[in-house]
């Protein structure tokens, strides 16, 4: 994604990439504000374009986010996705989930926050769409804990439970360490958790 903010208000650029441009904008907008606090008008001067542009392509303030909530969930989830199909039973194959998320953020790493962000709507489209997404990602948790636990010889639902509970806490804790240290590439975070998992194994 280019952060060129002159061609965005330019003629002669195709709305699919126009659009992607206002997207791109608008997610770090959202990230550092929250929906709550973000500004069809904030967003609008990070883009360099007017407000009616922004709402003719996407209808509302609403509509925006929606977009940029599937931008990032979906792209995030569907690495996610792909790394689960190719990891086998061991702790340290956990590694390939941990780089899925962190290169799926790599363009844009604060969009994290978006997908957590507390001061989203709670009914309607966004939240519909924000549960869903939270559903997916439960659901990849679970089931490689459930795989897990099973190759281990145990089949408590319970304990696959809290397994994916605790995994998905580790998975936000690194991504947040990585958000406090913006010079850590992907590629180093995901080094440093396969050190940090051989260490544990070891």
């Given at each position: 994604?280019?952060?060129?903010?002159?061609?965005?208000g330019?003629?002669?650029?195709p709305?699919?990439?126009?659009?992607?441009?206002?997207?791109?904008?608008a997610?770090?907008?959202?990230?550092?504000?929250?929906?709550?606090?973000?500004?069809?008008?904030?967003?609008a001067?990070?883009a360099?374009?007017?407000?009616?542009?922004?709402?003719?392509?996407?209808?509302?303030?609403?509509?925006?986010f929606l977009?940029?909530?599937?931008?990032?969930?979906?792209?995030?989830?569907?690495?996610?996705?792909?790394?689960?199909?190719?990891?086998?039973?061991?702790?340290?194959?956990?590694?390939?989930?941990?780089?899925?998320?962190?290169?799926?953020?790599?363009?844009?790493?604060?969009?994290?926050?978006?997908?957590?962000?507390?001061?989203?709507?709670?009914?309607?489209?966004?939240?519909?769409?924000?549960?869903?997404?939270?559903?997916?990602?439960?659901?990849?948790?679970?089931s490689?804990?459930?795989?897990?636990?099973?190759?281990?010889?145990?089949?408590?639902?319970?304990?696959?439970?809290?397994?994916?509970?605790?995994?998905?806490?580790?998975?936000?804790?690194?991504?947040?360490w990585?958000?406090?240290?913006?010079g850590?590439?992907?590629?180093?975070?995901?080094?440093?958790?396969?050190?940090?998992?051989?260490?544990?194994?070891s």
């Open positions: 994604m280019s952060s060129a903010v002159a061609t965005i330019t003629k002669g650029v709305r699919a990439e126009r659009e992607e441009q206002i997207v791109h904008f997610v770090g907008e959202f990230a550092t504000s929250g929906y709550a606090g973000a500004s069809v008008a904030a967003i001067a990070r360099g374009i007017s407000k009616p542009l922004i709402y003719q392509y996407f209808g509302s303030k609403e509509g925006l977009a940029c909530l599937h931008s990032v969930a979906g792209a995030l989830l569907d690495r996610l996705e792909a790394a689960e199909r190719n990891v086998d039973d061991s702790v340290a194959s956990r590694i390939y989930a941990l780089q899925a998320v962190f290169e799926a953020l790599e363009p844009q790493r604060d969009a994290w926050r978006l997908l957590y962000d507390p001061s989203m709507p709670t009914t309607g489209e966004i939240a519909a769409a924000a549960a869903d997404y939270r559903d997916r990602t439960r659901a990849i948790a679970a490689g804990s459930s795989r897990f636990l099973r190759a281990r010889g145990s089949r408590s639902r319970l304990d696959a439970s809290a397994l994916s509970a605790v995994w998905m806490g580790i998975v936000d804790s690194a991504v947040v990585w958000l406090d240290h913006p850590e590439s992907a590629a180093d975070m995901t080094r440093r958790c396969e050190r940090l998992i051989a260490a544990v194994l």
